[in-house]
């Protein structure tokens, strides 16, 4: 039972190597910075069953021995970010695409059971025909075109290295899953602040003063790595997984944090001129199926909180 994870010291794949450690697995990580990835060999099992390999995602063939002989490979490893960069082809676009087919590239070789791709619910819900719709499930697909238009790249790279992924695929006969979490959030093992974690924290710290008028999906951390799992042990399970467990307009989820820590000074204000946005529901009814059941928000924001106090990012 030996399988890979790439970006294992990520904030989701650092509990998706933990879960698999607990259920007996072997896991090669795929790390770039070996320094950041020092808490992985912590967990435990770390010492009996995890090796970790620098692995760079836009070098041709860098995971070809990694992934050889691995039953199943978990591709988590692309860039969240959505400021702080300059160039959006070459900090986000291209290591989600090529990176993506890098990586495939290197399974097509080695053959594993099943390929679980990490794409987003924002591969799902960014396109104009869920105007006028309740409920998004899985056959939505995002419009690269509204994504650029729009400037909303992070949205773009995982869109199009989802489509890229299915393409290749499909082209090579291999069986791959993906999971589509909306925004997660929960307790952190890494020692590195991660993009969904630091909304919540610049929430709680009083660094954001506006809300964006937007209904968003919430999920734990713990029920994203597990639906990785749970889709790679099932046979099955196919195709694309929604993940979420609550969709909240943004000035909700601040009055849920406000009415669970009011201790904090939460500054955040929703913009009362306009209509709130009426939002959409992202259905999870496939991944439930398959045996998921998810830990409600309230303590999954109550971890997060827990764990942004014990790492000292909050008093
Ligand atoms: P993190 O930023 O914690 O993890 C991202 C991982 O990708 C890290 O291991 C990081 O390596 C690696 N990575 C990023 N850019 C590069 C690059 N240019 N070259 C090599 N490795 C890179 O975020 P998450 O854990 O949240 O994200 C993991 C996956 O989940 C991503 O695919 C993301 O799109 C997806 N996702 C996340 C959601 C969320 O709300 N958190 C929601 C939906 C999907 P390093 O540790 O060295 O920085």
Redesign the pocket.
């Known amino acids: 039972k030996t399988v890979c994870v790439t970006?294992?010291?990520?904030?989701?794949?650092s509990w998706l190597v933990k879960l698999l450690l607990d259920r007996g697995y072997t896991v090669r990580g795929t790390?770039?910075?070996a320094e950041?990835?020092k808490h992985l060999l912590e967990l435990p099992g770390a010492s009996e069953r995890l090796t970790l390999v620098e692995a760079?995602?836009?070098k041709p063939g860098a995971f070809d021995s990694v992934v050889q002989g691995c039953d199943g490979v978990f591709h988590?490893?692309?860039?969240?970010l959505y400021r702080n960069f300059t160039d959006p082809d070459a900090?986000l676009i291209e290591?989600a695409v090529k990176?993506t087919l890098n990586v495939l590239e290197s399974c097509a070789k080695a053959r594993p059971k099943r390929v679980v791709l990490?794409?987003?619910?924002?591969a799902v819900s960014h396109t104009d025909k869920r105007i006028g719709a309740d409920v998004v499930d899985e056959s939505y697909f995002s419009d690269p075109d509204k994504c650029r238009r729009e400037g909303d790249w992070y949205y773009l790279s995982?869109t199009l290295a989802e489509l890229a992924a299915w393409d290749f695929a499909k082209q090579h006969n291999l069986d791959m899953v993906a999971i589509?979490?909306?925004?997660?959030?929960g307790p952190v093992l890494?020692t590195?602040m991660?993009?969904?974690t630091e909304i919540v924290l610049e929430l709680l710290n009083g660094t954001t003063q506006t809300i964006t008028n937007q209904v968003v999906g919430w999920v734990g951390v713990k029920d994203v790595a597990m639906a990785h799992i749970l889709t790679y042990e099932k046979p099955e399970a196919e195709g694309r997984y929604i993940c979420s467990e609550r969709m909240l307009h943004f000035g909700d989820a601040v009055a849920l944090l406000a009415k669970l820590y009011p201790q904090y000074h939460i500054v955040a204000k929703e913009d009362g001129s306009v209509p709130r946005d009426p939002g959409y529901n992202a259905s999870s009814e496939k991944i439930k199926k398959l045996g998921l059941t998810f830990q409600p928000l309230e303590d999954v924001l109550r971890e997060t909180v827990a764990s942004l106090k014990e790492l000292k990012y909050l008093d």
């Open positions: 970006g294992a010291s990520g904030f989701i794949a790390v770039r910075n950041k990835s760079d995602l836009l988590t490893a692309s860039p969240f900090q290591p990176g990490t794409s987003t619910e924002a995982k589509l979490p909306v925004l997660v959030v890494q590195s991660n993009t969904s």
